[in-house]
């Protein structure tokens, strides 16, 4: 059974440096992933294998090989040094965020705050002369009421001597 999991990991072994040699010659682009799909293993196999792996970053690091000068090369240090630039502007990005997701906060507090009552009033000088006016109006209107009372409690009295003077002239009789 020993002798049958060696074997079985040595054909492994010559599947990885194949697909290895097969990625080189036709100048695809190596990773432990994709060298691991074309040889058909699992990933963890290569990283039980400390040898294949670091097989695999030495040409994942070293510049394509291929002749084809269509432009600059893209080398592990070009491709570190722009995912260095993208986490510092995703860094800055996610401040601003925080900064606007507190700025917001704050204005939607202070708007609640101010729709429900409890808070502060923006216009006081505005609420003090309503409030001024609605005094007044108040006074008017008891001046009013008081004025009716009078002529009511008037119109009572003249209703009642009217009354008296009708029952006097009508007992004579």
């Not at 054909?11 to 097969?22: D, E, G, K, L, P």
């Amino acid at each position: 059974m020993t002798k049958g999991r060696q074997a079985d990991s040595a054909r492994r072994r010559q599947r990885v440096i194949a697909a290895i040699n097969r990625a080189l010659a036709d100048g695809t682009e190596i990773s432990v992933s994709g060298i691991a799909r074309a040889a058909a293993v699992d990933r963890t196999f290569l990283y039980r294998h400390r040898d294949l792996l670091e097989k695999i970053h030495v040409l994942e690091a070293a510049p394509p090989a291929n002749g084809d000068n269509t432009g600059p090369a893209v080398t592990r240090a070009s491709l570190q040094a722009d995912l260095l630039a993208a986490h510092e502007r995703a860094v800055r990005l996610n401040g601003r965020v925080q900064q606007l997701e507190k700025r917001l906060s704050e204005a939607l507090g202070e708007q609640v705050w101010r729709q429900s009552g409890l808070g502060a009033p923006t216009d006081i000088d505005a609420l003090n002369q309503k409030i001024t006016h609605l005094e007044q109006q108040t006074i008017d209107l008891r001046l009013q009421l008081e004025e009716r009372d009078e002529d009511l409690a008037a119109a009572r009295a003249t209703n009642r001597e009217l009354m008296t003077q009708l029952n006097h002239a009508a007992r004579p009789r």
